[in-house]
């Protein structure tokens, strides 16, 4: 089962890297649920929190993704990420903790589902600059399109992807220092 | 935002390629070459009987062990930078090069009378060198912070150490051709002490610089 979970979200990103929007939704979506079942089971006390992690992984991976060999298997790459992002969220809190490099009982977790919480939709976006909060908004939450978007804001369609890709990067910043 | 949200943004921004580390190690490299033979052009140049010194088997030796040091370095770096490789890095090949040395001190101390041992351990040249290993090594050393940033090291200060030694072992490569002493005892003390110093500032600079 691992072998196939391998293959398979080996094959999504490699398709997501040529430019498959829907296969790396796909890929993070799966790889959200793995990286949520691992930090919940890492997370015995409280102060961090588990969805939190996922984000900052998938932030992580998104920023970091040509950093994986198109040829190298892809499941130690993600959880390379998760456990160096969950050791940095738990140094945040100041807690020391030490993470086995226990890739086998990793990779036989199974995916766990986002539990809907009242998370604060404007919290990751508070930091960005007005056009990039917008931008990432109108495409995040409200689900429109990159032409929808140029469109609403009378910009360009590059543009608006440079402004999406550089409020990504800014979250994924903020995450670090929070 | 919750984590669907993030996707859906995540997934708008699939086109967005950034620089192939293949490509950031051959710039940095090129980049790292040039800045420090620059540096070292302008404040040493070679010493003038460098080419006829290439006969010579302890001349010879400091490029060699050196340049094992850069080239061990190199393939570990190449690793550290990527998240899932890093944890079963090889770091026993960082031993070609200390291996060498001391294989060379053995060689030398039996080619050589222990009378003069210590004139060839101190050498003349010792504050040159720990003046200039550093000095050359500092824009490489710089350089290769950089691709760290770029990168996703998991290990950051030990990613920050081996970049060290690379631009140290490539700045000991340049500064071995200006240098008068030639014997290993003079390699193993003072280049190693110069070239530590890069590795140290590379472990301690690296995991403020190169977060992500």
């Not at chain 1, 072998?3 to 790396?24: M, P, Q, V, W």
């Not at chain 1, 993704?65 to 998760?82: D, K, N, Q």
């Not at chain 1, 995040?140 to 910009?155: C, H, L, N, P, Q």
Request: glycine share 8%; proline share 5%.
């Amino acid at each position: 089962m691992t072998g196939k979970n391998e293959r398979e979200l080996a094959d999504l990103l490699r398709a997501a890297i040529a430019g498959d929007e829907r296969c790396y939704s796909a890929f993070l979506d799966r790889v959200a649920g793995l990286v949520r079942a691992y930090a919940r089971g890492k997370i015995t006390h409280g102060g961090v929190d588990a969805e939190d992690v996922v984000q900052e992984v998938l932030l992580a991976i998104h920023l970091k993704r040509h950093t994986w060999l198109p040829e190298a298997p892809v499941l130690p790459w993600v959880y390379a990420i998760a456990r160096f992002k969950l050791i940095d969220a738990f140094r945040r809190r100041g807690r020391r903790v030490e993470i086995d490099v226990d890739d086998i009982a990793e990779t036989f977790a199974q995916p766990e589902v986002e539990t809907v919480s009242e998370r604060d939709i404007g919290r990751a976006l508070e930091g960005l600059a007005p056009t990039q909060r917008s931008v990432v908004a109108a495409i995040s939450v409200d689900g429109r399109s990159v032409e929808e978007t140029a469109r609403k804001f009378e910009m360009t369609e590059t543009a608006v992807r440079v402004a999406l890709h550089r409020g990504l990067a800014a979250i994924a910043r903020r995450f670090g220092r929070e | 935002m919750n984590t669907q949200d993030l996707i859906r943004a995540m997934a708008a921004d699939t086109r967005r390629q950034a620089l192939p580390l293949g490509t950031a190690w051959r710039v940095a490299m090129g980049l790292a070459l040039v800045l420090a033979g620059a540096v070292f052009a302008l404040a040493l140049g070679p010493r003038p009987d460098a080419l006829a010194s290439l006969e010579t088997a302890r001349f010879v030796f400091k490029f060699v062990v050196t340049l094992a040091l850069a080239a061990s370095a190199f393939v570990l770096l190449r690793r550290l930078v990527r998240p899932g490789e890093a944890a079963r890095a090889p770091l026993g090949w960082l031993l070609t090069g200390p291996l060498l040395l001391i294989a060379a001190v053995g060689l030398e101390l039996l080619a050589v009378p222990s009378s003069d041992w210590a004139e060839r351990l101190i050498g003349v040249n010792a504050r040159v060198c720990l003046t200039f290993i550093p000095l050359i090594g500092a824009a490489p050393l710089v350089v290769f912070l950089a691709v760290l940033r770029h990168g996703a090291p998991t290990r950051p200060a030990l990613a920050g150490a081996v970049a060290g030694l690379l631009a140290g072992g490539m700045a000991g490569a340049f500064y071995a051709a200006h240098c008068p002493d030639d014997s290993p005892l003079f390699v193993a003390t003072w280049y190693s002490l110069a070239i530590a110093g890069l590795a140290v500032a590379g472990a301690v600079l690296a995991p403020r610089l190169a977060r992500w």
